[in-house]
């Protein structure tokens, strides 16, 4: 059995590296603060995070997805009975909801988003 050893893999042909036609890496990810003054605390192929009101943002891709079958999941990064909801897939963002359990309203949080898919 040999061992590869690298810092940085790419595909020849530009995108996402394969094996065996399986993406090696996320197509883009985020986490972010959401609450005062939207920010990303870290992130891949995400330029920016658009504040749209209390509990809704939208995730914009650096490099847009090749089209809106992806997958994308979402969490909330703390256990204090928030949930998430992702609406909206486009090519070029996705968008996230975050509600109190309790309440059932739209509310400011942090969260983090995973997305899975080709891009362009």
């Known amino acids: ?28 990810w985020v986490n972010f603060n959401g609450t005062g003054t939207v920010a990303i605390r870290d992130s891949e192929n995400v330029s920016s995070i658009t504040d749209n009101g209390t509990g809704d943002y939208t995730v914009n891709f650096t490099v847009a997805m090749s ?14 009975g928030m949930n998430t909801s ?25 969260a983090a988003i995973t997305v899975m898919g080709g891009q362009a």
Request: hydrophobic content about 30%; proline content about 3%; charged content about 15%.
């Open 86 to 110: 992702l609406d909206t897939l486009t090519t070029t963002s996705v968008a996230i909801y975050i509600k109190h359990n309790d309440t059932h309203t739209l509310t400011d949080h942090s």
């Open 1 to 28: 059995m040999s061992t590869i050893k690298a810092n940085d893999i790419q595909n020849a042909s530009g995108g996402i590296p394969t094996v065996k036609g399986q993406r090696l890496i996320p197509t883009a």
């Open 67 to 80: 089209n809106a079958d992806y997958s994308a999941v979402s969490s909330s990064t703390s256990s204090s």
